[in-house]
């Protein structure tokens, strides 16, 4: 059975959530901001066709945005991930296997479907199945490998011509498309490297794939390699069906203004620890190692400067929020010092172990918590439910150092007060 992939692509995708339900601005360009409304992350079309840059501060552009009419949105991270999920949920109905490569594009695994349906037309039908029940436009590229399939979905969203269906199970479409393509439009060769492939004559994607897979493996990797090969039909990179546990989980932001008083920066590492914990039970695991740090803006150069982080093991491992706050408290009182302005916090959590899979220490005391997982279950539970919020004391009732978010659209879909009204 000869191997083939689907990757779906969302289309502009905050920006695209962000007008779904706002029709007045479907023309309109929109960007959506990053945090503190800093930076543009996300561009609609027409903001691309204007010529605005990925990732410039908002500042930079202001004569830009008042001369176009460009509205302005902060990241609504809610609304994000509830139109990702319905999205995938699409997708799953449609193929075998699925694997979410990020919150706008997934992999589907289309093996053994070619006898039964041309999957040029599979590919028109997911795009207007989603188009349909999601509001949510998206880019299909079909392949015999997962990197062919990266550049068929290029090829999509570059060529209006194809529909934003394009399939590349033909060899000598692959090579037609190969040779359009600049190296660097090829998934996971970055810009270090694309100089480097540069200086050795290899300009396009067809270059490389003609290029020898031993050479390339002996002067550059075997990532390389493999890329090489997949780019010549070779299925060397199977579906990741199962997400790859984390090794980490940090939860930091900057800071809306300036903190300089203890108890709000104390409330915000608290904060943060509490969101730490809830993504720590979401991977089903728990952690030994803790670590909390607190700095001032490097971009003040007449303020004092001060960066400080600490960590500590506990006895054993935890996902409670209760044992996680009590660290991160006491690391905070080490690494606290007054008289400066601080401009982010956080903390990361580390040493993960699975339930009732790690070696008890002979002379330490377990958690005697009662009933500690069925409590934080049900924190979970409440807190997802979007009927009522817990909170822990240590957060604080009314923060004052939340980040900066003046151009956040309502939670239209996770919020029943946030739910748009048709007159």
């Given at each position: 059975?000869?191997?083939a992939f689907a990757l779906v692509d969302c289309n502009n995708f905050y920006a695209s959530c962000e007008k779904l339900f706002r029709p007045d601005l479907k023309h309109t360009p929109v960007v959506v901001l990053s945090n503190n409304d800093g930076c543009i992350v996300a561009r609609s079309k027409e903001v691309k066709a204007l010529g605005v840059k990925m990732g410039v501060p908002m500042f930079q552009v202001q004569e830009e945005i008042i001369k176009h009419g460009i509205v302005c949105f902060s990241s609504n991270y809610a609304l994000y991930a509830d139109l990702s999920n319905r999205v995938m949920a699409i997708l799953e109905e449609d193929a075998p296997?699925?694997?979410?490569?990020?919150?706008?594009?997934?992999?589907?695994?289309?093996?053994?479907?070619?006898?039964?349906?041309?999957?040029?037309?599979f590919g028109k039908q997911i795009k207007r199945k989603v188009d349909k029940w999601t509001g949510i436009t998206v880019g299909v590229g079909i392949a015999p490998t997962k990197t062919?399939?990266?550049?068929?979905?290029?090829?999509?969203?570059?060529?209006?011509?194809?529909?934003?269906?394009?399939?590349?199970?033909?060899?000598?479409?692959?090579?037609?498309l190969l040779a359009l393509l600049d190296v660097s439009d090829v998934w996971g060769v970055g810009r270090r490297m694309t100089s480097k492939l540069k200086e050795k004559g290899i300009n396009t994607?067809?270059?490389?794939?003609?290029?020898?897979?031993?050479?390339?493996?002996?002067?550059?990797?075997?990532?390389?390699?493999?890329?090489?090969?997949?780019?010549?039909?070779?299925?060397?990179?199977?579906?990741?069906?199962?997400?790859?546990?984390?090794?980490?989980?940090?939860?930091?932001?900057?800071?809306?203004?300036?903190v300089t008083d203890k108890q709000q920066l104390r409330e915000a590492i608290a904060k943060y620890m509490t969101r730490a914990a809830e993504k720590l039970r979401g991977e089903k695991r728990l952690?030994?190692?803790v670590n909390v740090f607190i700095r001032t803006s490097p971009f003040m150069p007449?303020?004092?400067?001060?960066?400080?982080?600490?960590?500590?093991?506990?006895?054993?491992?935890?996902?409670?929020?209760?044992?996680l706050l009590d660290v991160a408290d006491a690391l905070f009182h080490h690494i606290y010092r007054a008289g400066f302005r601080y401009a982010k916090g956080g903390v990361?959590?580390?040493?993960?172990?699975?339930?009732?899979?790690?070696?008890?220490d002979l002379f330490q005391a377990d958690n005697k918590k009662?009933?500690?997982?069925?409590?934080?279950?049900?924190?979970?539970?409440?807190?997802?439910?979007?009927?009522?919020?817990i909170f822990f004391a240590a957060e604080g009732v009314s923060p004052k150092w939340t980040m900066k978010r003046e151009h956040l659209s309502p939670a239209y879909t996770t919020k029943w007060a946030d739910l748009p009204k048709v007159y």
């Open positions: 059975m000869k191997p296997r699925l694997e979410v490569y990020s919150i706008d594009e997934a992999f589907m695994d289309l093996s053994g479907l070619d006898p039964l349906m041309d999957l040029q037309t062919l399939a990266k550049l068929a979905n290029h090829a999509a969203k570059k060529y209006p011509a194809t529909g934003s269906v394009v399939n590349l199970m033909n060899p000598d479409r692959q090579k037609r994607a067809l270059d490389l794939a003609n290029a020898n897979p031993k050479a390339i493996r002996s002067e550059f990797s075997v990532v390389l390699e493999r890329t090489v090969r997949e780019l010549n039909g070779i299925s060397c990179l199977d579906l990741e069906c199962i997400r790859p546990t984390k090794q980490q989980i940090i939860c930091s932001r900057s800071f809306g203004h300036k952690c030994r190692v007449n303020e004092p400067r001060y960066a400080k982080s600490l960590s500590a093991e506990l006895p054993y491992p935890t996902a409670d929020t209760r044992d990361m959590l580390s040493d993960f172990y699975e339930h009732n899979a790690f070696q008890q009662v009933n500690s997982k069925s409590l934080m279950k049900i924190v979970d539970r409440i807190n997802r439910s979007n009927h009522g919020k």
